[in-house]
């Protein structure tokens, strides 16, 4: 019997201490560094950051990362990245040639945590996350210059990439560890498999190669860095082309005007503008035949009198290069000088030149540039409506004057220039920009309405004139606007986006590729918190996502009070969706946050809710923590 009772006392510790160990273990799987899981994700998806800092400066088990998701060691890498540095920066500063670098300090304990956490995604993860860990971490070992790890993890994800992008991204950043590391013959190697393939291309690349061949001698090296100065705008690549033929003593390889010009270049980038003009200027004459793009030179002359204030100057200067210049390039050397004329207060000279362009080019873009300058001279002489008439049959895309337009709106509301208003109205027709036109015919028919105006002033009652706003308008706001109008005449609500000539000129991404991070991987970003990149991505890709996509996120950002990100996003699903919005879709595009606060002022101050509720929505998107440019700060922007 005693036997019995001590067996069955062994056997019901051990049962105890089996469900004691697994009580502990699922305690343990609950928990990611030392937080509870639901915990951990609140704090995230709020949008801390700082609680992360402490734990990555400690021993951790990485892998518990895992607990938070399949994805989880890539996201919480992105965030650590985020957070401000303990000690300077140490990335690289990328001079043209490689160098012996001093030892780089060592990164900060969170940044250190982040690398080893995207080399867990890579190693124990799954696609695609995987495969965008490799790729930042390659570019994390570019920065901090360890370009033998950067050669050998980019060969490893060439290899094995399920996407051409990431293909692509892998060789080219492959090319860069292999230009670091002088191993030229297969920098150009790459760079010819490249072109072959018909890769993404970008001027850093020609860098590449000049300086390769240069240190290969191969012949024609000469021409490359000829090519990369003359043809290319000015940038830090020539700064640091400039910068290697110095170290090099190779300057004298060249004739002293092409010399003079990359010095020119190289000063260009520097800011230093008065010297750089005059190097360029004094180079021009003996560098035929290596003519650089004059277009891209006229321009940049331009620019760097505009910045040292000598605006007679630079226009006589351009005046001078473009006696024996092609009529293209001689255009834009008048027009530029036109405009520094006019920055000089020079109007006489600055018309006479931008009127020549106009007359003698046959490019739209240039012509339109042209008439805006001058048009925006008439308007300080208070001589727009004249010059409407003249010069809106001549303009080619309507909508590149629509700030002008504007601004005179403004000006006539303001000294309740009522007929005035009217008239621009009338000379607009057939030539306005679409929104410009919504907006004139709401207006006009208010003025109308309220007798504000000589009603010989318009020959349409205010119906018709709503009628025609709420038809032309291409953004949503005086289409409303006038729909709410008609509706208080009687006439039936009829408002929505379908029918609308869905312009992509002022959403991002207009000539986007659908390239880029898969759908998976920009849905993670919200699951961790990190809105604004997920944002940016979605606005990047809003072609090619779904527009149930941009519906559930903007949706997502709504609850979250990420008021701003989420009518983005609404702005961008309105053009997407096929059967115009609904009135649902309408209570995200336009939300009621701060309700209570905006019912409460609207009563002190007498002011309807709803026109108040708009005001804070146009001037910060419920967004309290906003400061504009001219330290407007607020929901309402106040000085």
Same mark, same amino acid.
């Given at each position: 019997?005693?036997?019995?009772?001590?067996?069955?006392?062994?056997?019901?510790?051990?049962?105890?201490?089996?469900?004691?160990?697994?009580?502990?273990?699922?305690?343990?799987?609950?928990?990611?560094?030392?937080?509870?899981?639901? /915990?951990?994700?609140?704090?995230?998806?709020?949008? $801390? @950051? +700082?609680?992360?800092?402490? =734990?990555?400066?400690?021993? *951790? !088990? #990485?892998?518990?990362?895992?607990?938070?998701?399949?994805?989880?060691?890539?996201?919480?890498?992105?965030?650590?990245?985020?957070?401000?540095?303990?000690?300077?920066?140490?990335?690289?500063?990328?001079?043209?040639?490689?160098?012996?670098?001093?030892?780089?300090?060592?990164?900060?304990?969170?940044?250190?945590?982040?690398?080893?956490?995207?080399?867990?995604?890579?190693?124990?993860?799954?696609?695609?996350?995987?495969?965008?860990?490799?790729?930042?971490?390659?570019?994390?070992?570019?920065?901090?210059?360890?370009?033998?790890?950067?050669?050998?993890?980019?060969?490893?994800?060439?290899?094995?990439?399920?996407?051409?992008?990431?293909?692509?991204?892998?060789?080219?950043?492959?090319?860069?560890?292999?230009?670091?590391?002088?191993? /030229?013959?297969?920098?150009?190697?790459?760079?010819? $498999? @490249? +072109?072959?393939?018909?890769? =993404?291309?970008?001027?850093? *690349? !020609? #860098?590449?190669?000049?300086?390769?061949?240069?240190?290969?001698?191969?012949?024609?090296?000469?021409?490359?860095?000829?090519?990369?100065?003359?043809?290319?705008?000015?940038?830090?690549?020539?700064?640091?082309?400039?910068?290697?033929?110095?170290?090099?003593?190779?300057?004298?390889?060249?004739?002293?005007?092409?010399?003079?010009?990359?010095?020119?270049?190289?000063?260009?980038?520097?800011?230093?503008?008065?010297?750089?003009?005059?190097?360029?200027?004094?180079?021009?004459?003996?560098?035929?035949?290596?003519?650089?793009?004059?277009?891209?030179?006229?321009?940049?002359?331009?620019?760097?009198?505009?910045?040292?204030?000598?605006?007679?100057?630079?226009?006589?200067?351009?005046?001078?290069?473009?006696?024996?210049?092609?009529?293209? /390039?001689?255009?834009?050397?008048?027009?530029?000088?036109? @405009?520094?004329?006019?920055?000089?207060?020079?109007?006489?000279?600055?018309?006479?030149?931008?009127?020549?362009?106009?007359?003698?080019?046959?490019?739209?873009?240039?012509?339109?540039?042209?008439?805006?300058?001058?048009?925006?001279?008439?308007?300080?002489?208070?001589?727009?409506?004249?010059?409407?008439?003249?010069?809106?049959?001549?303009?080619?895309?309507?909508?590149?004057?629509?700030?002008?337009?504007?601004?005179?709106?403004?000006?006539?509301?303001?000294?309740?220039?009522?007929?005035?208003?009217?008239?621009?109205?009338?000379?607009?027709?057939?030539?306005?920009?679409?929104?410009?036109?919504?907006?004139?015919?709401?207006?006009?028919?208010?003025?109308?309405?309220?007798?504000?105006?000589?009603?010989?002033?318009?020959?349409?009652?205010?119906?018709?004139?709503?009628?025609?706003?709420?038809?032309?308008?291409?953004?949503?706001?005086?289409?409303?606007?006038?729909?709410?109008?008609?509706?208080?005449?009687?006439?039936?609500?009829?408002?929505?986006?379908?029918?609308?000539?869905?312009?992509?000129?002022?959403?991002?991404?207009?000539?986007?590729?659908?390239?880029?991070?898969?759908?998976?991987?920009?849905?993670?970003?919200?699951?961790?918190?990190?809105?604004?990149?997920?944002?940016?991505?979605?606005?990047?890709?809003?072609?090619?996502?779904?527009?149930?996509?941009?519906?559930?996120?903007?949706?997502?950002?709504?609850?979250?009070?990420?008021?701003?990100?989420?009518?983005?996003?609404?702005?961008?699903?309105?053009?997407?969706?096929?059967?115009?919005?609904?009135?649902?879709?309408?209570?995200?595009?336009?939300?009621?946050?701060?309700?209570?606060?905006?019912?409460?002022?609207?009563?002190?101050?007498?002011?309807?809710?709803?026109?108040?509720?708009?005001?804070?929505?146009?001037?910060?998107?419920?967004?309290?923590?906003?400061?504009?440019?001219?330290?407007?700060?607020?929901?309402?922007?106040?000085?």
């Amino acid at each position: 019997m005693q036997v019995h009772d001590s067996s069955f006392q062994k056997i019901s510790i051990l049962v105890s201490t089996v469900f004691l160990l697994l009580s502990l273990t699922r305690c343990r799987a609950d928990t990611v560094w030392g937080l509870s899981r639901s /915990d951990f994700q609140q704090r995230l998806i709020a949008g $801390e @950051r +700082e609680f992360l800092r402490e =734990p990555a400066s400690g021993k *951790l !088990d #990485l892998e518990e990362a895992f607990r938070l998701g399949p994805a989880a060691p890539f996201y919480l890498s992105e965030i650590l990245f985020s957070l401000d540095p303990d000690t300077p920066e140490t990335a690289a500063s990328g001079p043209a040639a490689p160098h012996t670098p001093a030892p780089l300090p060592a990164a900060p304990a969170h940044e250190q945590t982040a690398e080893q956490l995207l080399d867990l995604q890579w190693r124990r993860g799954d696609s695609p996350w995987r495969e965008e860990a490799a790729a930042r971490l390659i570019r994390r070992y570019l920065d901090t210059e360890r370009f033998e790890q950067a050669e050998s993890l980019a060969r490893k994800l060439a290899r094995r990439a399920p996407e051409v992008r990431i293909g692509h991204q892998a060789n080219r950043d492959l090319l860069e560890a292999l230009y670091w590391q002088q191993k /030229d013959k297969a920098v150009l190697n790459e760079l010819e $498999e @490249r +072109e072959g393939e018909q890769a =993404p291309w970008d001027d850093e *690349l !020609d #860098l590449f190669r000049a300086v390769s061949s240069h240190r290969l001698a191969r012949p024609g090296w000469e021409r490359l860095f000829i090519d990369l100065f003359f043809q290319k705008r000015t940038s830090g690549l020539h700064a640091r082309a400039y910068a290697y033929l110095e170290q090099e003593e190779e300057l004298a390889a060249f004739d002293p005007a092409v010399s003079l010009f990359f010095q020119g270049k190289d000063l260009l980038y520097k800011g230093r503008n008065g010297e750089a003009a005059q190097r360029i200027e004094k180079s021009l004459p003996d560098l035929q035949p290596e003519r650089p793009d004059m277009e891209i030179l006229i321009r940049e002359l331009a620019a760097a009198y505009f910045a040292v204030l000598r605006y007679e100057e630079g226009a006589e200067a351009l005046l001078d290069i473009s006696a024996d210049l092609s009529l293209r /390039d001689r255009l834009a050397a008048l027009e530029m000088a036109g @405009r520094l004329y006019r920055k000089g207060g020079n109007f006489t000279e600055a018309k006479r030149l931008l009127l020549d362009v106009v007359r003698d080019t046959s490019e739209a873009g240039q012509r339109d540039r042209a008439v805006w300058f001058l048009l925006d001279m008439e308007r300080s002489f208070g001589r727009l409506l004249e010059s409407i008439e003249q010069y809106a049959p001549r303009w080619h895309d309507p909508g590149y004057f629509s700030d002008l337009l504007e601004l005179e709106i403004s000006g006539f509301v303001a000294r309740r220039d009522w007929t005035g208003l009217l008239s621009l109205y009338r000379l607009l027709k057939g030539y306005g920009p679409p929104d410009t036109m919504a907006r004139l015919a709401y207006l006009a028919g208010r003025i109308v309405s309220l007798d504000l105006a000589e009603a010989s002033e318009s020959a349409l009652p205010p119906q018709a004139l709503y009628l025609e706003a709420r038809r032309v308008g291409e953004s949503s706001y005086y289409r409303f606007l006038a729909a709410t109008a008609l509706a208080d005449l009687g006439f039936p609500v009829d408002w929505t986006l379908e029918g609308e000539d869905r312009s992509l000129a002022d959403a991002p991404g207009g000539d986007q590729s659908p390239e880029g991070p898969p759908v998976e991987v920009i849905r993670g970003y919200f699951d961790f918190g990190l809105d604004e990149t997920g944002t940016e991505l979605l606005r990047s890709r809003w072609q090619s996502v779904s527009p149930e996509l941009l519906l559930e996120t903007a949706l997502l950002l709504n609850d979250r009070g990420e008021f701003l990100r989420s009518i983005r996003l609404m702005n961008l699903y309105a053009l997407r969706k096929e059967n115009g919005l609904d009135r649902s879709d309408l209570e995200i595009l336009y939300p009621r946050a701060y309700g209570e606060w905006i019912d409460e002022v609207s009563r002190d101050e007498n002011l309807p809710a709803p026109v108040f509720s708009a005001l804070v929505r146009e001037e910060s998107y419920f967004d309290p923590g906003i400061v504009s440019r001219s330290g407007a700060v607020g929901l309402t922007q106040l000085m």
